[in-house]
Nanobody, 124 residues
Framework: QVQLVESGGGLVQAGGSLRLSCAASGRTFSSYVMGWFRQGPGKEREFVAAIRKSGGRTYYADSVKGRFTISRDNAKNTVYLQMNSLKPEDTAVYYC?????????????????WGQGTQVTVSS
């Protein structure tokens, strides 16, 4: 089993920044992809960003490209999401997730393990 614990959510004004962290523990994999999804009020869970353990290639949803940056610290088994220029439409619960292997998916069903989520609220 893999345990994922997110932190760093909160309330911020539009145009502000937040940094989310996700620490993984438990079972380890030689290769994996870690990512962030979000789920806004009344919406389906949607892909935000992902990063491969090996090589560090990153992937972003069009809605956050240029504003959000995903990074990882393999030694700490931690992934980060730096969110800048936040907009009210970024308001959601943000979930950290991981899947073994190197294939990057954008659908929730493609990921195996999930954190409990952290709330991000952006006021206008």
């Amino acid at each position: 089993q893999v345990q994922l614990v997110e932190s760093g959510g909160g309330l911020v004004q539009a145009g502000g920044s937040l940094r989310l962290s996700c620490a993984a523990s438990g079972r380890t994999f030689s290769s994996y992809v870690m990512g962030w999804f979000r789920q806004g009020p009344g919406k389906e869970r949607e892909f935000v960003a992902a990063i491969r353990k090996s090589g560090g290639r990153t992937y972003y949803a069009d809605s956050v490209k240029g504003r959000f940056t995903i990074s990882r610290d393999n030694a700490k088994n931690t992934v980060y999401l730096q969110m800048n220029s936040l907009k009210p439409e970024d308001t959601a619960v943000y979930y950290c997730t991981v899947r073994p292997g190197s294939a990057v998916g954008v659908a929730p069903k493609e990921y195996d393990y999930w954190g409990q989520g952290t709330q991000v609220t952006v006021s206008s």
